[in-house]
């Protein structure tokens, strides 16, 4: 399962954070679209509970706050809750940002619906995913939906890049972003090392992602109560092998 089993405590609190804090509040127009699809997809009627797990520094939390839901946003990183938080006030937004591990979710009913937006899906052993959908389908009240933004074997087995790298920022804070990926078929996981770098200094961290068919997926919500009722492809189109990403909305039964 890769070098650590608890990678993300890491990699979300290195060089990667100034990367999210960039895209977060870069693009505001991308995080409108988004949220214009989620909202959609879900139905949110006006005035909706939404969670939002992991939330990251809040950019759909804050988007569907402007637009008069009742948000409640959740990440284990206390740095990118702060950015959320401060961001609020200066909007005077009321979003409820909580410090929490998504595997441990104690909500009871409490929501119509929830999200898990930018690939943050896969990140642990079986069990413990299993038991965020499950912590999400309590979290729902009967009828509730779920928004899962995520890539499944069919969107990135067919297309996977070995190596690639991006730059972000400008100037001395230009930060050159190298991946290197390799796909585990035994464990059905994608293993990648990122190489960051900026000004002559390099630091490397490596990720394990728990990659599965939408068939498994299927069978993990069914077990925890909800049903598919949507599967796109993150661009209005149905879903099928060979898509960008899946975006998948599933049903509390």
């Not at 059905?188 to 068939?215: A, D, L, N, P």
Request: hydrophobic share 40%; charged share 25%; proline share 2%.
């Amino acid at each position: 399962m890769g070098d650590r089993a608890d990678w993300w405590t890491e990699f979300f609190q290195g060089p990667f954070l100034g990367v999210q804090l960039g895209l977060t509040f870069g693009d505001g127009q991308a995080t409108r679209t988004e949220v214009d699809a989620l909202a959609g997809a879900l139905e949110l009627a006006e005035g909706s509970r939404v969670l939002d797990v992991p939330c990251g520094t809040g950019r759909h939390s804050l988007e569907l706050a402007r637009r008069g839901h009742h948000v409640t946003g959740v990440d284990f990183n206390p740095a990118v809750l702060d950015t959320g938080r401060a961001e609020a006030a200066a909007e005077g937004l009321g979003v409820d940002f909580r410090r929490g591990d998504m595997r441990g979710l104690d909500f009871d009913g409490e929501f119509d619906a929830a999200i898990c937006h930018w690939g943050s899906f896969g990140y642990f052993g079986d069990d413990e995913n299993e038991g965020f959908v499950r912590g999400i389908s309590r979290a729902l009240r009967p009828a509730g939906k779920f928004f899962l933004d995520t890539h499944v074997a069919e969107t990135l087995y067919p297309k996977v890049v070995k190596r690639d790298f991006q730059y972000h920022g400008e100037g001395e804070q230009r930060l050159r972003v190298l991946q290197e990926r390799r796909i585990d078929h035994e464990t059905g996981r994608v293993e990648s090392t990122w190489i960051f770098q900026k000004g002559g200094r390099e630091e490397t961290h490596s990720i394990s992602i728990r990659v599965y068919t939408y068939r498994e997926l299927s069978v993990m919500f069914a077990a925890a109560g909800m049903r598919i009722v949507a599967a796109t492809d993150g661009a209005g189109k149905p879903f099928e092998v060979g898509s960008n990403r899946l975006w998948l909305v599933t049903q509390k039964e």
